[in-house]
């Protein structure tokens, strides 16, 4: 069963309903007025029935073939529509083989009662290999086997044309997964394929930006491989070239201030200094005075060190002498003191 023949299901149902209601309504009436308008004139009668005629069938086809194709439109229309089998959107679909890895992105748009199939592949350096457009489709729920071209092959690879089969997933709600394989027709290679639906809309705005699309294929590869992603060297950012300086006008020297020297405030009255060095100096005068007399004789001579030993020696032998004298008194004291 193709669950697009839904939509011709559902635009034919629809306008036969509607015709059928207004000749069940509008009919009798209409019939009603031709009689009494036309008499017995059986070619003009049959002359209205045909023009009534042609306007319900250009009426169905305005419905069947431009209102109702401008509502399918809206995803909205589409699902109710659908149902189930609802599964247009943006799908990641990995591509495993031998020594091939990719990851397509798959985008299955909405055309009137039918569908677009289309998308790109990349491989691990995040690299664009092939691009897939449908050319022909045959829809058995849940498989669809397809016929798809490679615009960016020129054929001599032998990888230009190519079928795939895919099996969506079966449940009760809309399909989110499907697998399946691809082949070209050149080649005897079979790639198993699996597909899984993006349901967050930030990852498929995401995939619209370089920086996004290399963040959801990073998040998906390794769901899909069990591997990461290589990631991309980095791109060194150039060195900031310093912006030539402006010639500016030399700096105007400042100028220069008056140093102004304010002379110290004299702490206590100049006459009180003057009375304190005058006792002062009377003092000084004083014990100069009294440590040495006046006149020719109170002048000191100057002494050399040898006069000083010399005054040292005498001080010494005269302490001798008198401790001599004094040892030889206590025997005559003590002698008294006996008798």
């Known amino acids: 069963m193709n669950p697009y023949s839904r939509f011709g299901l559902v635009s034919n149902t629809v306008s036969a309903a509607a015709i059928l209601t207004v000749l069940a309504v509008v009919g009798p009436q209409v019939l009603t007025s031709l009689e009494t308008v036309l008499g017995a004139d059986s070619g003009a009668k049959a002359t209205a029935i045909g023009g009534g005629v042609v306007v319900m069938v250009v009426f169905w086809l305005a419905m069947t073939e431009a209102i109702f194709p401008a509502l399918f439109r809206f995803n909205s229309v589409r699902r109710i529509v659908l149902g189930k089998y609802y599964f247009e959107g943006t799908w990641l679909q990995s591509e495993k083989g031998e020594d091939h890895q990719r990851l397509s992105v798959i985008d299955i748009q909405p055309d009137g009662k039918g569908f677009i199939f289309s998308g790109y592949s990349l491989n691990k350096d995040l690299e664009i290999e092939s691009n897939t457009l449908i050319e022909f489709s045959k829809m058995e729920w849940p498989f669809m086997t397809y016929k798809h071209r490679n615009s960016l092959s020129d054929g001599a690879d032998g990888k230009r044309d190519g079928v795939g089969e895919l099996q969506f997933e079966m449940n009760r709600t809309t399909s989110r997964r ?154 005559k004291a003590a002698k008294g003191g006996q008798k």
Not at 249 to 269: S, T
Not at 307 to 331: F, H, I, L, M, N
Request: aromatic share 6%; no cysteine.
């Open 178 to 331: 499907y697998n399946g394989f691809v082949q070209f027709v050149r080649s005897p290679d079979r790639l198993r394929v699996e597909g899984a639906k993006l349901t967050s809309g930030r990852e498929v705005k995401d995939l619209r930006t370089l920086q996004g699309r290399q963040k959801v294929f990073a998040k998906y590869w390794d769901l899909f491989f069990n591997t990461s992603l290589r990631q991309p060297a980095p791109v060194a950012a150039p060195a900031p070239v310093a912006a030539p300086k402006a010639v500016t006008e030399a700096p105007k020297p400042k100028a220069e201030r008056d140093v102004i020297i304010e002379a110290a405030k004299p702490a206590a009255p100049v006459e009180s200094v003057l009375e304190r060095m005058e006792e002062t100096a009377a003092r000084v005068e004083r014990r100069k005075t009294d440590t040495r007399s006046s006149g020719p004789e109170s002048i000191v001579p100057r002494r050399r060190s040898s006069d000083w030993s010399k005054d040292a020696e005498q001080d010494v032998t005269a302490e001798a002498k008198d401790a001599d004298t004094k040892s030889d008194d206590e025997p």
